[in-house]
Antibody
C-alpha cells in the first residue's frame, strides 16, 4: 500500500517561501507522477504541479512564476517551494501520487497559514 | 481551460436511499473523469476513475457513468459513512488537473 507522509512549516509571514516535503513509502518512485494540490475554502481544490522521477515537471500556469517542485530519488521524497506567499495562499496543502492522471494516494495534508 | 461544474452544491438524502450527484464539463473530457470523496479533516480519496471504474477497495454501491460533458456519481443505498463531500476531476486536458467545486452530501 502506498503511503505519503508530508511535513513543513505551517505558519509563514507574507513574502516568505513555503517549503513542504513528501516522503513516499510502498511505491516504486518511477511508476508515478508526484503532485502537489492545495485546498482553500475560497478556491476549492487547486492542482499546483507535478514531477516525475526523472525530474521533469508540469506546473499550473496560475503558479508557474512562483513554484518549484524537486525530487530526491535517493530518499523517495519530493518537495514543493512556493515563493512570495500572501494571505491568499493560506490553505491545506496535499501531496499525492498520480498514475494515468488520477490522484490515487494522498498525504495527510498540511495547513499553511500566511499571516503577519 | 476546462471548467468543471458540480450540482447540486448540497444534497440531502436519507440513509438507505439513492444519491445522484452530477458533474458537467465545459467541453468534452471523453471518459477522463475521476470522482473523489472527502470527509472532514481527511484528504480526498479516489472513488472512481475513467468515469465508471471503481478504485481498489471501493464498495459496489458507488457507480459512475457518463462521457463527454455530463457525468453522474450514484450511491445506491447510502450508508452513514458515505456522508461527505464529493469532487469530480478531469484529466483529459492536463496539465492542469481541474476539479469541480464539490457536492456536500448530508443526512436528511
Amino acid at each position: 500500500q502506498v503511503q505519503l507522509q508530508q511535513w513543513g512549516a505551517g505558519l509563514l509571514k507574507p513574502s516568505e517561501t513555503l517549503s513542504l516535503t513528501c516522503a513516499v513509502y510502498g511505491a516504486s518512485f518511477s511508476d508515478y507522477y508526484w503532485s502537489w494540490i492545495r485546498q482553500s475554502p475560497g478556491k476549492g481544490l487547486e492542482w499546483i504541479g507535478e514531477i516525475r522521477h526523472s525530474g521533469s515537471t508540469n506546473y499550473n500556469p496560475s503558479f508557474k512564476s512562483r513554484v518549484s517542485i524537486s525530487v530526491d530519488k535517493s530518499r523517495n521524497q519530493f518537495s514543493l517551494r512556493l515563493t512570495s506567499m500572501t494571505a491568499a495562499d493560506t490553505a491545506v496543502y496535499y501531496c499525492a501520487s498520480a498514475r494515468y492522471a488520477r490522484l490515487d494516494f494522498w498525504g495527510q495534508g498540511t495547513l499553511v497559514t500566511v499571516s503577519s | 481551460e476546462i471548467v468543471m461544474t458540480q450540482s447540486p452544491a448540497t444534497l440531502s438524502v436519507s440513509p438507505g436511499e439513492r444519491a445522484t450527484l452530477s458533474c458537467r464539463a465545459s467541453q468534452s473530457v471523453s471518459s477522463n473523469l475521476a470522482w473523489y470523496q472527502q470527509k472532514p479533516g481527511q484528504a480526498p480519496r479516489l472513488l472512481i476513475y475513467d468515469a465508471s471504474t471503481r478504485a481498489t477497495g471501493i464498495p459496489a454501491r458507488f457507480s459512475g457513468s457518463g462521457s463527454g460533458t455530463e457525468f453522474t456519481l450514484t450511491i445506491s443505498s447510502l450508508q452513514s459513512e458515505d456522508f461527505a463531500v464529493y469532487f469530480c476531476q478531469q484529466y483529459h486536458n492536463w496539465p492542469p488537473y481541474i476539479f469541480g467545486q464539490g457536492t456536500k452530501l448530508e443526512i436528511k
